[in-house]
């Protein structure tokens, strides 16, 4: 009888110390195979540039992704955990936790395909080369291209303040880079045509150097021998802001021809 009494105390205590345990453990949030985004690239483009979703957040759904942080103030590019803002002076750090972002797209990225895109293409070329090998155009993927770069041209954008202007007007103020034979990691997306306005339509990169010393949002390259590595993701997940910009954002007349103007 004693020993079956102790039996049960020491399964009960495992179990306790387990519940205890595994939720620490895991600090995921968000399942793997989804996009997770805050905010939409429409709610952008007009102006809604204050931040609803801080980095800590961010972090629970996702190790992996791109976007923009508070007040449209640089590019942001999130890879093995640790997110970046290089602002627009092109000079890339670390985000604290604390920072929020207006718009992001993150997922915990676990490459399932290979594509190796042979021979020196240019970013156009990389698109219409992906476009063809993708088994499927109807799912988000995360992508990653990592390696040697002979050439990219990248950009990013100074910080905003209120009363905000549209997108479009923001960018022409945007200081434009450009490398050459240079190391680092692209992440991108590409998503449907049918999620128009709610994220960037078709492929959207973001690039930051090996030393993680400057990027920004991915404007034209020459590839050579790329190595695509690419994710594809079954579940999307929005965190619309619960603001009184975005409450009033007039979202209904957004062209999305425009926004992949602005945004490609
Ligand atoms: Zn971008």
């Known amino acids: 009888m004693k020993i079956k009494r102790y039996f049960w105390i020491t399964i009960l205590t495992i179990t306790a110390l387990l519940v205890a345990i595994l939720p620490g453990k895991t600090q995921q949030s968000t399942s793997s195979n989804t996009l997770f985004q805050t905010s939409t690239i429409s709610a952008l483009a007009v102006g809604v540039f204050d931040g609803n979703t801080n980095f800590k957040q961010l972090k629970k759904s996702g190790d992996f992704g791109l976007g923009t942080v508070n007040s449209l103030d640089g590019e942001m590019i999130g890879l093995d955990g640790k997110f970046y803002q290089i602002r627009a ?3 890339a750090s670390l985000l604290p936790d604390s920072m929020t972002s207006p718009f992001a797209s993150v997922t915990f990225f676990k490459p399932q395909t290979l594509i190796n895109l042979e021979g020196q293409i240019n970013y156009q070329q990389l698109q219409q080369s992906l476009d063809q090998r993708l088994l ?10 990592q390696g040697n770069f ?3 041209k990248f950009r990013s954008l100074p910080k905003q303040t209120p009363p905000y202007r ?5 960018l022409k103020e945007q200081s434009i880079f450009e490398l050459r034979n240079v190391n680092g990691t692209l992440v991108g997306f ?20 090996a030393n993680r010393k400057t990027g920004g949002h991915l404007l034209d390259g020459q590839f050579q021998n790329a190595k695509v590595e690419l994710d594809t993701l079954s579940k999307v997940e929005i965190n619309l802001p619960k603001t009184a910009e975005f409450d009033q954002a007039d979202l209904g007349d957004s062209k999305p021809t425009k926004i992949n103007r602005v945004e490609r």
Do not use: C, W
Not at 136 to 145: E, G
Not at 190 to 209: A, D, E, L
């Open 89 to 91: 002076d092109g000079v």
């Open 136 to 145: 499927s155009k109807n799912y988000p993927y995360a992508i990653r291209i």
């Open 150 to 152: 002979p050439y990219l």
């Open 166 to 170: 549209p997108l479009a007007e923001a």
């Open 190 to 209: 590409r998503t449907p045509k049918y999620m128009q306005g709610v994220n960037v339509n078709g492929y959207h990169f973001h690039f930051i150097t």
